[in-house]
């Protein structure tokens, strides 16, 4: 089972700033990753596949990169409603696993 | 545009079956693009598979659960479900289902990423 870890399990940014979230693998998933945004009470939310491609509807201030084992989901002008738990998932490898998530805080 | 639910009680007994229903609506369940999973979180804490079922019928599950894990798919109702036998207090969890998309690329194919979930549901084990 591919392990996952995701850094910094808490991050804090001020309005406008730039968020950026680390995910990586124990062994390469090729491009094969997805991110997903969990709001408080709610349940996950698709925002990347494939390590850069949004989801339907997600704004253009997510971003993903990456490749092989070392992947990033870069929030710019990071606003109010982007406080959440962010999650990494591999598919490249069955079964797909998740890392721990990142806690984006805004300042 | 697909949406899942999940329903089923809120409180079960220890050592009894937790037993919980997704319906799908807004699309086939039928379709080998897709596969359907259940998901767990227990409160604050990260997410855990816990089984999938395929458009075939063959399902997998979290060895994590030993054989606890039973995942059925009804066709004709647009649903699937899931049985976890002898809970404990530790199967509390948010439960949720999710479609997952069957990816290919380059010749290969994945059972890939995971859109839309349903809202989710609290089941707390306690007497």
């Known amino acids: 089972e591919i392990l996952m870890t995701q850094s910094p399990a808490t991050l804090s940014v001020s309005p406008g700033e730039r968020a950026t979230l680390s995910c990586r693998a124990s062994?390469?998933?090729?491009?094969?990753l997805a991110w997903y945004q969990q709001k408080p009470g709610q349940a996950p939310r698709l925002l990347i596949y494939?390590?850069?491609t949004r989801a339907t509807g997600v704004p253009a201030r997510f971003s993903g990169s990456g490749s092989g084992a070392e992947f990033t989901l870069t929030i710019t002008s990071l606003q109010s409603e982007d406080s959440a738990v962010y999650y990494c998932q591999q598919y490249n490898n069955w079964p797909q696993t998740f890392g721990q998530g990142t806690q984006v805080e805004i300042k | 545009q697909v949406q899942l639910q999940e329903s089923g009680p809120g409180l079960v007994k220890p050592s009894q079956t937790l037993s919980l229903t997704c319906t799908v609506s807004?699309?086939?369940?039928?379709?080998?693009?897709?596969?359907w999973i259940w998901i767990r979180q227990p409160p604050g804490k990260g997410l855990e598979w816990i089984g999938y079922?395929?458009?075939?019928?063959?399902?997998y599950h979290n060895p994590s659960l030993k054989s606890r894990v039973s995942i059925s798919v009804d066709t004709s109702k647009t649903q699937f479900s899931l049985n976890l036998s002898s809970v404990t207090a530790a199967d509390t969890a948010f439960y949720y289902c999710?479609?997952?998309?069957?990816?290919?690329?380059?010749?290969?194919?994945?059972?890939?990423?995971?859109?839309?979930w349903g809202q989710g549901t609290l089941v707390t084990v306690s007497s």
């Open positions: 079922i395929f458009y075939n019928g063959n399902t």
């Open positions: 807004g699309g086939s369940i039928s379709s080998g693009d897709y596969y």
């Open positions: 999710a479609r997952g998309r069957r990816y290919c690329s380059g010749g290969t194919c994945y059972w890939a990423w995971f859109d839309p």
């Open positions: 062994q390469s998933v090729n491009n094969n």
């Open positions: 494939g390590t850069s």
